[in-house]
């Protein structure tokens, strides 16, 4: 879990994370060249969709703010294939670092972190 900086009240949080959301780079690192829209945005939640630019594939990245002090739940994820070639670490890493920037504990996803997902992934 993510968590945000201390004193931070939980919508300060989610706050944070749409606007970090609304900054990202299509195209950063070669990935989501697509660009990406909020498929649905509620108090203590937000889904976003993001598509490839090559072939229009579109994976989901969901935040989840469920009870206060518990952290941010994340979980992004594609929908069609079983490998992602490493895109979605790709993209959570760049939320965690521009959150990271404002004080919060957003760990990068890594081989050290998630041995399992760059295992099967390594290609």
Known sequence: ?????E??????????VKDVVRKYPPGQQGIDGGGFRIASDKP????????????????????????????????????????DFRVNAK?????????TDLGWSAPQVTPETNPDYFAE???
Not at 51 to 66: M, Q, R, W
Request: net charge negative.
């Open 1 to 5: 879990r993510w968590q945000p900086p």
């Open 7 to 16: 004193g931070v009240s939980p919508e300060a949080a989610l706050a944070q």
């Open 44 to 83: 203590n939640y937000l889904w976003v969709e993001f598509e490839s630019l090559k072939n229009g594939y579109i994976d989901d990245v969901e935040f989840a703010l469920p009870e206060v002090g518990s952290g941010l739940l994340v979980r992004s994820s594609s929908r069609l294939g079983y490998y």
């Open 91 to 99: 993209r959570l890493n760049w939320f965690a670092g521009q959150l």
């Open 121 to 123: 992934n390594n290609r």
